[in-house]
Nanobody, 126 residues
């Protein structure tokens, strides 16, 4: 099994930046994809970005609304995935979760991910 712990959330002004971290432990050698999801009150959980865990793949996915502003990255040696979020918008206020799966597909479907962190709150004020 895999355990995930998110950190780095907080309250920022619109236009500011945050970097979220997702530290993985447990059976990390079987992880193939790590993704970031967010869920705002009253809205469905949506995939923000995903990245292949394997060192050599370099595959990433970004939701259209965050392309050019968010960057997902990995540090396999530290078993950590990051989400650099720039130019944050108030509508991006949400709880941000990291998730992991053993399959190789960069899925945007939350049910495809077996392992989840506890979430970290990101609040963007206007």
């Amino acid at each position: 099994q895999v355990q995930l712990v998110e950190s780095g959330g907080g309250l920022v002004q619109a236009g500011a930046s945050l970097r979220l971290s997702c530290a993985a432990s447990g059976r990390t050698s079987s992880v193939r994809v790590v993704a970031w999801f967010r869920q705002a009150p009253g809205k469905e959980r949506e995939c923000v970005a995903a990245i292949s865990w394997s060192t050599g793949s370099g595959r990433t996915y970004y939701q259209e609304s965050v392309k050019g502003r968010f960057t997902i990255s990995r540090d396999n040696a530290k078993n950590t995935v990051y989400l650099q979020m720039n130019s944050l918008k108030p509508e991006e206020t949400a709880v941000y979760y990291c998730a992991a799966r053993y399959s190789i597909q960069l899925s945007t479907i939350s049910s495809a991910y077996a392992f989840w962190g506890q979430g970290t709150q990101v609040t963007v004020s206007s």
